[in-house]
């Protein structure tokens, strides 16, 4: 399979990920060589400085892939959904 | 089976336990935990709190908390409701309801599942300051600390 | 000020939580408890559960209960109710509510005064059976061990 | 004060005590030499069968003087109420 045939990753960005990434949703075809959760949250703070003010390293981030809490080892494939989100304060 | 629900609606303490107890004469003791929105956040005064969830994980997660609290204590019964948009200081935020045979259990995991559902289910919480200002609320170590003494010899709640 | 009842009708969660939580927001968690009638004791089926006290010495000991863990846990509001009479499996035997600021604080009161009204108030239950016999309830050790979690450097329950 | 002056004492039984006295409720006179809650459990006794099945030393048995708990120890004085009764089970 190609990457052009791939299915795109869903990504998800929740309370103020979401606010600074200024969106709360989008599809993104998995860059080549991103195979894990901490190499696709590097590659998304290259993509402008509202991804870089919401992911940094130094930033309280969490991840879920498809909807499980996931660490920065965890891999991604196309088709995935990857949400980043900080550290949760239901309850 | 456990009962979850994730709502904007109020829910109801006395018809969800009415509802848990229903036809039941095993059950000894029935824990609930009601947590509300307080009216000021380390002084300052609060004129709402939003909750923001992720639907679909939120679901899982409460799901897979309750499954947990389940097995550990044998409980004859659970209901875990939490509200999510814009609530005023002193509404209810989130039901925990534990039913057991026996008092010990029902209350601690009644304990649990609050604590866990702070820590390992996806809501956040924003504050809405009288004098305008807004913020989301930051993750509490003492929080994580009380999640963490649920932890020994069992299923870590996933971060 | 706890609310404290001794009565032979039901009591109603619902209403009890929410008088206790009327036009309040300074508080941030209540915890609850209801006891109810088990359909057996130790694989013997019950048919009922009658519950004898001490009139007012025991209104006298719950709140004294009550104080003991409103002065200790900072409490915003406490509620203890206790039937007594004839019971069926099934039916609630007693209420604990207690509110504070923080969840942790509404719970550990919750499980105190269950605890301590297991053993220093003055209530005895007499189960009778379904094959006709009757029993008074013996005391439990492990009733005692609950009540004395909470006695390090605190006021003894009285026995 | 001499004896026939004094006000008698109250005493009640609960539970299985009081199916095994035969009575909820009486008024005594305190007994001369008799001051603690002990002395009077063990006159008591020495009513008949049914006070020594509700009231003997091997039993476990509970006080309260003017409804506070009370220990053997604990002093006993014309016009008190003084209670006898199990090891509670409420709750």
């Given amino acids: 399979m190609t990457a052009a045939e791939a299915p795109p990753l869903r990504l998800l960005y929740f309370a103020w990920l979401r606010e600074r990434v200024g969106r709360a949703e989008e599809q ?25 003010a919401a992911l940094a390293p130094d930033l ?9 809490f996931a660490g920065p080892d965890a891999p991604v494939a196309p088709g995935d959904e990857v949400a980043f989100f900080p550290p949760v304060t239901g309850g | 089976m ?8 109020a829910f109801d303490l006395g018809s969800e336990a009415a ?20 009216d000021s956040a380390a002084g300052r005064p609060i004129a ?3 909750l923001e969830h992720y639907p679909g994980m939120t679901e899982r997660a409460m799901a897979a908390i309750a ?3 389940e097995a550990r204590w044998a409980l ?34 009644t304990g649990f599942l609050i604590d866990w559902l702070k820590t390992a289910a996806p809501f956040w919480k924003k504050e809405s300051f009288a004098d305008g200002g807004e913020a989301w609320v930051a993750a509490r170590a003492t929080d994580d600390e009380a999640a963490a003494r649920w932890r020994a010899g069992a299923v870590t709640p996933a971060r």
């Fill in chain 1, 28 to 52: 993104v075809a998995l860059p080549d060589g991103v195979a894990t959760v901490g190499a696709l949250r590097a590659w998304l703070c290259s993509r402008g400085p509202g991804f870089a």
């Fill in chain 1, 60 to 68: 309280p981030v969490r991840c879920a892939v498809n909807q499980d």
């Fill in chain 2, 48 to 50: 709402a709190m939003t």
């Fill in chain 2, 19 to 38: 509802a848990l107890l229903a036809g039941r004469s095993d059950i000894g003791g029935l824990g609930c935990f009601v947590g509300t929105v307080r």
């Fill in chain 2, 67 to 69: 499954a947990e609290a």
């Fill in chain 2, 76 to 109: 004859l019964g659970c209901t875990l409701i939490h509200r999510v948009g814009r609530l005023r200081p002193g509404e209810p935020i989130v039901l925990v309801l534990a039913a057991a045979a026996h008092r010990a259990a029902a209350l601690e995991a």
């Fill in chain 2, 2 to 9: 456990a009962r979850v629900g994730v709502q904007t609606a």
